[in-house]
Structures are given as C-alpha cells and as structure tokens.
C-alpha cells in the first residue's frame, strides 16, 4: 500500500532534495511525496485531501507566515492521530521539548539523516500511527 507523506517546507531545494533521496520509495509505489512551502498550504492540504489518507507529515520548524509549532498544533487538533516529524536547522533543546510535548513523533536536525528518517517513517507508519485519521 502506498503512503502519502506531506512535507512542509519552504527551503527551494526540499523538494528536489526529498525527491532524490526517496527515488526508490517512490519508484516501488512505498510513498508519495506531497510538498507544502507554508503551514497555511499544509493545512489546507490536510483539510481538501480526502481522496487519499496522508500517512505523516514532515515540518520544518521554520515556515512563512505560521510556524511549525502552531501548524504542529493545528493539524494535530485537526487530526490527531496524523504522525508529524519536525525538522530544524535549529536543534534548540527548548524548541525539541515544544514540539515533542504538542504531539510531534520525532524532532530530527538538518541537515537531515535521511537513513533515521526513513527507518523512523517505516517503524510509525507499520505502527499503524499512520493511518491519518
């Protein structure tokens, strides 16, 4: 079964940077990968898709106009059971403890280890955290 995996972020190079590293996940029909560049274009994906369930989101804690933290907090509020990874260039413990204690299921640095990245989607989405409902 293939899983939709949402990515806010709004750094130019993420999406061909994501694309790349998941060029045999997405080949073998493992995941689709879906971009936002804003919270606000995150949430209104999460709000209009309901003809195919996103599995987890992947936020950078840094966006335009919303921060990752309070579209963290929305989309949790908006679906609960929706796995978010956080992402940061900026690991501060404070904001790590934040996001964990609002629900996120990892806080990963950047440059992002994509190896740990994709073990820990694997592990949530088997899991069946990913479920997007």
């Known amino acids: 079964m293939t899983s939709t995996i949402l990515i806010a972020d709004d750094?130019?190079?993420?999406p061909a940077l994501?694309?790349?590293?998941?060029?045999?996940?997405t080949r073998q029909g493992?995941?689709?990968?879906?971009?936002?560049?804003?919270?606000?274009?995150?949430l209104t994906r999460l709000a209009?898709?309901?003809n195919r369930e996103?599995?987890?989101?992947?936020?950078?804690?840094?966006?335009?106009?919303?921060?990752?933290?309070?579209l963290l907090t929305r989309a949790r509020a908006a679906r609960p059971d929706l796995p978010v990874i956080?992402?940061?260039?900026h690991d501060e413990?404070?904001?790590?403890?934040?996001?964990?204690?609002?629900?996120?299921?990892?806080?990963?640095?950047?440059?992002v280890d994509f190896p740990r990245l994709k073990q820990e989607m694997a592990a949530i989405i088997a899991?069946?955290?990913?479920?997007?409902?």
């Open 86 to 89: 956080m992402v940061s260039a």
């Open 11 to 14: 750094e130019p190079d993420a």
């Open 54 to 70: 996103i599995a987890l989101m992947i936020a950078d804690i840094s966006l335009p106009g919303m921060s990752g933290i309070e």
């Open 18 to 25: 994501f694309q790349q590293q998941f060029r045999r996940e």
């Open 30 to 42: 493992l995941y689709v990968l879906d971009f936002a560049s804003s919270g606000a274009a995150a």
């Open 93 to 111: 413990p404070a904001s790590v403890a934040r996001a964990l204690s609002l629900g996120a299921s990892l806080f990963l640095g950047k440059p």
């Open 48 to 50: 209009q898709d309901t």
């Open 127 to 133: 899991s069946g955290r990913g479920n997007g409902s």
